[in-house]
Structures are given as C-alpha cells and as structure tokens.
C-alpha cells in the first residue's frame, strides 16, 4: 500500500468499460503526471464532450425556459406544415436526452481521472458526441432564427434563476476540485501547474463574485411588494375549453379571471364574431361543412353559415396543451358542442359578472361590404345591442382612435406603442398593452407614476407571472388562469438579507472544502514520497524480498491478463 496508490479496482472497471468499453483491468492504464489522455485525439474527444456538454445545457435551458409560448410553436407549425403535432413537446424530449447522455459521459470522464486513470473514449461515443454536437447547433440555430424573441425569455429568466444557478455553478466548481487537485500535486513541473490553476482560479473567484452583478425585481422586502396582477383570460381559458368559445369564457370567470380578452371578427352580413385565426381551419370543421373553403378569410362567411360550423371536436382531437383529459364527462360533451360565439354574447357575459374586456380587431379583407365601417359596426354592438357599459371596454384597435374616443369619451384606450409618456397622455391613454418579453421594472414604473398601467401578454408560466408581480405589472393575460390564481406570493421572492446570507454561505462552504481537498492531495502526495524514500533506505532483506515478490505477481497478472487477451483474440 505504500508503493501504489489504492484502487476502487470495481468502480475502476465500471467507469472505464462504460465510457471506453474497457470491462478488463489489463486494458486500463494510470496517468503520468501532466497526461491524462493516451493520445491528443484523446484528449480532443475529451474537450469536444466539454463543448458538447455546453451547447447541449445552452439548447436545453433555452427550450425548457419557453414553455410559455409552446402553444404558439405548435401552432405556428401547423400553419405551416397543415397538420398538428406536439413539436414542442418532442424538442423537450429530445434537449433532455442529448444533454443527460453527455452530461453523463462527463461524469464518468471526470472520476476516471479522480481514479488516475487515462481516458479513451469508444468511437461508439465519439459519433454521439459529434451527432449530439450538431443536433444542439442547428436545433438552437433554427429556433433562433424562427423564434429569436425567446431569447429575451431566457434573459429574463435569470432575473429569478441567477441566484440558484450561482449555487449550481458553485457545486460544480466545487466537486471539480478533486480531480484538479489530484493531477496538479502530481505534476513536476511549476508551469503545468499555473496553467492548470490560473483559469481554475479565475473561475472561482468569477462565481463567488458573480451575484455583486446580480439585479432582480424579486429581490425586495415583500412589504415592497405590490399587489398581484390581474388576471385576464386570452381567449377565455383554453386549457380547459376550446379558445374564443363561450364555453371557454365561462371556465375563465369561474377560476377567477378579472378579465376577458378575445379577436372580433366582422362576418360578410355585418356580424361581429370572435375568431383570431385568419382561416377557420384550426378551431372549427370547416373541412368537413365547406372543404372548398378552408383557406377562406372567415370574415367572408355569413353568420349563418358560421352557425353551422362546430367550434369545439377540434380540441379532443388535437389537445393543445395536454389537458382535454382534466375534463368531466359533462364538461366534455358541453365543449364537443360549442359553436362560434358572437361579440354580444361576450360583452353580455361580461357585463354580468362586471369584468373588464379587451378585444383586437380586424379589418375584413377588400371586396367585404363592412371593409370601411368595421369600427362602427363594432360600436353599435357595444352601445346598442349588449348590456355592457363603455368603462368596462379597453380599447384597442389603433385605427380610428380619434374618431372613437370623441364617440364614446368612457372607453378605455389602450394601446401597443411604448411611447414617451407625454405623447400617451395627450392621447388619452390609460394602459399599457406590451408582449411580456418587453418586460422592464423600471419602466413600469415610470408609466405607473403617470398612471398609465400595463398590461403583459401572454403569460402563463408561474415564474414569469411571478416575475410580472416583482417588476409592479398591473394586469397580464393568461391562458392559465387557473393555475397562476392559486399563486399567494410570487415564487423566488426573498430579502435582500436572505440572499446575502444564502450568497455568503455557498461561498463559504465551497472555499472551506475546496481547501479541504487541496489540503488532502497535498498530504497524501507527501506522504507518499517520504514513504517511498524511506523505503528505499531499509537494508531489511525481508522487505527487499517482499518487495521482489510483489513485482513478480504484477508481472506474472500482467502477463496472464495479456495471454488472455491474446488467445481471445
């Protein structure tokens, strides 16, 4: 034992066959100080898995962090391709797979050499690796460039995940002290060393200081918390109804929406439907009733031939977000069975349970008899045919506005355009309408102290309604309302205090143990050496002899295992 360093000779050859198909001892080989590799290809595999391990963490907390909008990527998808498929759901699948296999081949990389063992990995992995490499590459290329705004998803997930990826990143840096230890009090020469232990250094001291940078609106005392954002159904509830049906706007209020928004549509007689698609090949069977017409714009249906269609199998049938199944039997039947819904309908529904309402609108297309009075038409639904009063209305619909807002002074404008705040205070305007990616705490803040509120779209995720909640959002719409509802405080909150006192003892902890590890290399490599030299001081002939015996047994097991290998062979 004090000739050799000990050996978990099983784990040894478990590690080793797994990551290099090397299931027999004669096949393992130490490492040599300042070598860690049989060859430079070898040790090129072993940096490629680190890219590897890299891009693959990079795809996957990118496409894990937009969760949020995988409905949008189905859909987006489908309009392209003209089938539904959960697409998103099999990208997800697919980044945790790739990154678990080279995080894992990582793994048994980095205890090999804590075993002191040269590395050699199969060519089985070698062409993993690189298939995982370019999977990664063109999946994160294309989602780029297809979905690039995601990427402010990611930046803005940080803003409540930095500090608990800077305990992760901690660990890491941490349990990579063994190994790093282990080769650089093996190694002779000064200038190895301080190249292996300058960049380890600078990591060190990069993560401990790393949350001096840290800003995020959930870092506060919760008595500087505002209250939690209102809760505006988009599209109703489609999680548990078919979107824009009357069905799915009942579902909203009885989970609690504080309010209701949709996509008006004018019908070719002048009546105001909701639909947000620009065909009715999605949410309705028009393929089934009108096949000839399923590229049709449906604001060229008449509203009777809208009533013929069904607007709700569809949601059986594909089950856009995976949750058809959460249904009763009645809940079931009564969504089967829903028709298009009309603009009065929707106000009236509204107007009973005194909810705030917001709707896009959209012009027909040319050679519609209602292309140039759209807006008026829509008016007189509010005015005249519904039950609604005007405050209740958000305003959007950018054309017109002047004229609109000195037919009716009540309703709320509300608006796209994040101006300066002047100009939306001479024009009137009361809220915000922003896509949440356009999030920014100190700019809701500056239109809140002008009394202009804002509202963000679409959020569903907890984290990101948790984040709109710190940064003082007013209002956000939903497709989740049951779910962010049951939120009592936001998630990730914690006090500047409690987040120094987490900061400061991560850092701590990992320092102590580092030095810890360190400390113990040293020892053992010392150790090692002074028993090696005084050994060879001893003038016993017993030990000599011991000795002796002990190299003809490595000799003769050596030559067994190779004999072995031979004949097989």
């Known amino acids: 034992m004090l000739l050799q360093r000990y050996q978990h000779q099983p784990l040894v050859c478990c590690l080793a066959g797994l990551y290099g198909c090397q299931w027999r001892r004669y096949q393992q080989t130490l490492t040599q100080p300042g070598h860690c590799c049989r060859s430079k290809w070898e040790c090129g595999s072993?940096?490629?898995?680190?890219?590897?391990?890299?891009?693959?963490?990079?795809?996957?907390?990118?496409?894990?962090?937009?969760?949020?909008?995988?409905?949008?990527?189905?859909?987006?998808?489908?309009?392209?391709?003209?089938?539904?498929?959960?697409?998103?759901?099999?990208?997800?699948?697919?980044?945790?797979?790739?990154?678990?296999?080279?995080?894992?081949?990582?793994?048994?990389?980095?205890?090999?050499?804590?075993?002191?063992?040269?590395?050699?990995?199969?060519?089985?992995?070698?062409?993993?690796?690189?298939?995982?490499?370019?999977?990664?590459?063109?999946?994160?290329?294309?989602?780029?460039?297809?979905?690039?705004?995601?990427?402010?998803?990611?930046?803005?997930?940080?803003?409540?995940?930095?500090?608990?990826?800077?305990?992760?990143?901690?660990?890491?840096i941490t349990l990579l002290s063994w190994p790093i230890a282990f080769h650089v009090f093996r190694l002779n020469m000064k200038v190895s060393r301080i190249a292996i232990m300058l960049p380890y250094m600078t990591a060190i001291v990069s993560l401990y200081l790393a949350p001096l940078g840290l800003k995020s609106p959930c870092i506060k005392d919760s008595r500087n918390l505002g209250s939690a954002p209102a809760l505006i159904g988009h599209r109703g509830a489609p999680m548990l109804a078919p979107e824009n049906t009357y069905m799915s706007f009942e579902m909203a209020l009885a989970a609690g929406a504080d309010g209701l928004e949709t996509d008006v549509t004018i019908s070719y007689d002048g009546v105001p439907f909701l639909m947000h698609d620009k065909n009715l090949l999605r949410t309705t069977d028009v393929e089934d009733v009108f096949p000839n017409w399923t590229h049709v714009s449906p604001a060229m249906f008449t509203w009777r031939e809208l009533q013929?269609?069904?607007?709700?199998?569809?949601?059986?049938?594909?089950?856009?977000?995976?949750?058809?199944?959460?249904?009763?039997?009645?809940?079931?039947?009564?969504?089967?069975?829903?028709?298009?819904?009309?603009?009065?309908?929707?106000?009236?529904?509204?107007?009973?349970?005194?909810?705030?309402?917001?709707?896009?609108?959209?012009?027909?297309?040319?050679?519609?008899?209602?292309?140039?009075?759209?807006?008026?038409?829509?008016?007189?639904?509010?005015?005249?045919?519904?039950?609604?009063?005007?405050?209740?209305?958000?305003?959007?619909?950018?054309?017109?506005?002047?004229?609109?807002?000195?037919?009716?002074?009540?309703?709320?404008?509300?608006?796209?355009?994040?101006?300066?705040?002047?100009?939306?205070?001479?024009?009137?305007?009361?809220?915000?309408?922003?896509?949440?990616?356009?999030?920014?705490?100190?700019?809701?803040?500056?239109?809140?102290?002008?009394?202009?509120?804002?509202?963000?779209?679409?959020?569903?995720?907890?984290?990101?309604?948790?984040?709109?909640?710190?940064?003082?959002?007013?209002?956000?719409?939903?497709?989740?309302?049951?779910?962010?509802?049951?939120?009592?405080?936001?998630?990730?909150?914690?006090?500047?205090?409690?987040?120094?006192?987490?900061?400061?003892?991560?850092?701590?902890?990992?320092?102590?143990?580092?030095?810890?590890?360190f400390m113990f290399h040293w020892w053992r490599e010392r150790v090692l050496a002074i028993s090696v030299n005084n050994s060879s001081e001893l003038d016993n002939g017993s030990y000599r002899q011991f000795r002796a015996e002990l190299n003809d047994v490595w000799f003769l097991s050596n030559m067994n295992g190779s004999e072995k290998h031979e004949l097989s062979l």
């Open 46 to 172: 072993f940096a490629l898995i680190v890219l590897t391990f890299c891009l693959s963490l990079v795809f996957l907390y990118f496409w894990s962090e937009a969760q949020n909008d995988y409905n949008d990527f189905d859909w987006f998808n489908f309009g392209n391709l003209g089938f539904w498929f959960p697409w998103s759901l099999v990208l997800l699948i697919l980044a945790v797979f790739l990154f678990t296999y080279v995080a894992v081949l990582l793994l048994l990389a980095v205890c090999l050499l804590s075993e002191g063992q040269r590395l050699y990995l199969h060519w089985c992995h070698k062409i993993g690796i690189l298939v995982t490499l370019i999977l990664s590459i063109v999946a994160s290329s294309v989602l780029s460039d297809l979905w690039g705004r995601e990427w402010m998803t990611v930046l803005l997930s940080f803003q409540v995940t930095a500090p608990y990826l800077h305990i992760g990143g901690v660990v890491l």
């Open 308 to 517: 013929s269609l069904n607007a709700g199998s569809w949601f059986f049938s594909q089950d856009p977000f995976r949750t058809a199944s959460s249904l009763s039997s009645g809940q079931r039947l009564q969504a089967q069975n829903q028709s298009v819904c009309t603009l009065r309908s929707f106000l009236d529904l509204a107007a009973q349970h005194g909810k705030l309402v917001v709707f896009d609108l959209y012009r027909p297309p040319r050679g519609h008899p209602y292309r140039d009075t759209w807006i008026t038409q829509t008016l007189d639904v509010i005015h005249n045919q519904s039950s609604i009063h005007s405050s209740q209305v958000l305003w959007l619909p950018p054309e017109l506005r002047d004229f609109v807002q000195e037919l009716d002074p009540e309703l709320q404008q509300i608006t796209h355009e994040q101006a300066p705040v002047e100009e939306l205070q001479l024009r009137r305007i009361a809220r915000l309408n922003i896509h949440y990616s356009s999030m920014s705490e100190t700019e809701i803040r500056k239109y809140a102290a002008a009394n202009i509120s804002t509202n963000l779209y679409v959020v569903s995720e907890p984290w990101l309604y948790s984040l709109a909640w710190c940064s003082g959002a007013h209002s956000v719409a939903t497709n989740a309302v049951h779910i962010l509802k049951k939120l009592q405080r936001p998630l990730f909150l914690m006090t500047p205090d409690e987040y120094r006192l987490m900061w400061t003892l991560t850092d701590i902890t990992s320092l102590i143990l580092i030095m810890m590890i």
